[in-house]
C-alpha cells in the first residue's frame, strides 16, 4: 500500500509544483520560474549595484588602512598622494612567486590576515611599472654579460 503522501507527489511532480521553494512576499509556490523572480527582483531591488558598492567601500577601507599601516597613502618614490593609483609592491621583486604562493587572495587581505608584515611598500601603479622596466633591464645586461 503506498501513502498518500507520494501520490500528492506524484501529482506535483506531474504539474511541475516544487513545494520547497516559497516566494516569501507572496506566499506562492514557485516551480522553474525561480530563477526568472529571482532575476527580477534582483533588477527591480538594484541589489547587486547595492552589493557591488558595499563591497568597493569595504575593500577601500581595508586598502586605505594596509596604506596607513605601511607609511600613509603616499607613493614611497615620486610622493604621490592620489589613493586611485596607489598599490602595494613587494619591496624584494619576489611578487610573482607570493602571487602563486597566496592564490587568488588579494593582497590587501592578505597582508591585514598576516599582520602586514615587512617587505612591502606603497607605491603608485607608474612608480610600480617603472621599477619592474628598471627590474627586466638589469636581468637582460647581466644575462648579456653571463653570455660573454
Known sequence: MKH??????????????????LIPDENALVNKDWQKYSKLWVEKNNYLDKKACLARAKYNARKLECFDKY????????GNTDVRVLTM???????????????TENIVSWLRRNNY?????????????IKELERQEVDFKNRRNANN
Request: glycine content about 12%.
Open 4 to 21: 498518500k503522501a507520494d501520490a500528492k507527489y506524484r501529482v506535483k511532480k506531474k504539474l511541475g509544483i516544487n513545494t520547497s521553494r
Open 89 to 103: 609592491d613587494h619591496i624584494d621583486n619576489n611578487g610573482a612567486e607570493h602571487r602563486k604562493e597566496i592564490g
Open 71 to 78: 607609511g600613509g597613502s603616499i607613493c614611497a618614490r615620486c
Open 117 to 129: 608584515p615587512r617587505g612591502f611598500q606603497v607605491l603608485c601603479r607608474n612608480c610600480n611599472w
